[in-house]
């Protein structure tokens, strides 16, 4: 079983649509999650991350935690062309523990 | 210059060749990484260092070798590498806090193509 798996896609969601990306891990004692985007060709750039149970939302990204499921899903509100890209989970067990990457979802949306 | 730096940012060598890598933060943070992402596989930590200190090597062979002289400057020096080695080499840096919830600022990458 992978440590963090998430669904290679691709996913296709038309513009204007919610997008919803989900991830799960394994490790039950992992304690920081986080979303990174990365565009074809360039660097992850941090989303946003969410360390206790249930929604964090920041402009039209929403994370939700659910660690009795081991669950981290990343909502897209009013996806746009822009938000085409590879989206990385990541997970940190504990304080100074590294981050573990999913493989990462594509999304693609369509105007 | 913000954020986290490296160069060069490609990077062609034959693999009897000795090249480096060099990355550099401008965020004031402790910590510094390396890592490997090669096509449809997830990143891949190669080495943490905190406070100049290396604190992590995940299994990386020996071809790979890192050098922190400051918290704000990391290197990887590469020596006879692989076809396979060819990937995007990521670094990172990060303020650990000791709460566990720091952040990793990502530079823009090598693309190393090996021949």
């Known amino acids: 079983q992978k440590e963090v798996e998430q669904n290679s896609g691709p996913l296709s969601v038309p513009e204007g649509a919610i997008a919803s990306l989900n991830c799960t891990y394994s490790d039950r004692g992992s304690q920081s999650f986080f979303w990174y985007r990365q565009y074809s060709g360039k660097s992850p750039e941090l989303i946003m991350f969410i360390y206790s149970n249930g929604d964090k939302e920041d402009g039209r990204f929403t994370a939700q935690l659910n660690k009795a499921s081991q669950y981290v899903s990343l909502l897209i509100r009013d996806s746009q062309p822009s938000d085409s890209a590879t989206y990385l989970c990541?997970?940190?067990?504990?304080?100074?523990?590294?981050?573990?990457f999913g493989q990462g979802t594509e999304l693609s949306v369509k105007p | 210059e913000t954020g986290v730096t490296q160069t060069p940012r490609h990077l062609v060598m034959g693999m009897t060749n000795k090249k480096s890598l060099k990355c550099e933060q401008h965020l004031g943070h402790n910590a510094m990484y390396w890592y490997k992402q090669s096509a449809k596989k997830p990143l891949e930590l190669m080495f943490v260092y905190n406070f100049k200190e290396q604190t992590e090597n995940n299994s990386v062979p020996s071809r790979f070798s890192p050098e922190c002289p400051n918290s704000s400057h990391l290197f990887l020096h590469l020596h006879t590498l692989q076809p396979e080695d060819s990937a995007l080499y990521l670094c990172?840096?990060?303020?650990?806090?000791?709460?566990?919830?720091?952040?990793?600022?990502f530079g823009p990458g090598t693309r190393l193509l090996v021949l």
């Open positions: 990172a840096s990060s303020q650990v806090t000791g709460n566990g919830q720091e952040t990793q600022y």
């Open positions: 990541a997970v940190r067990r504990n304080q100074g523990g590294k981050l573990i």
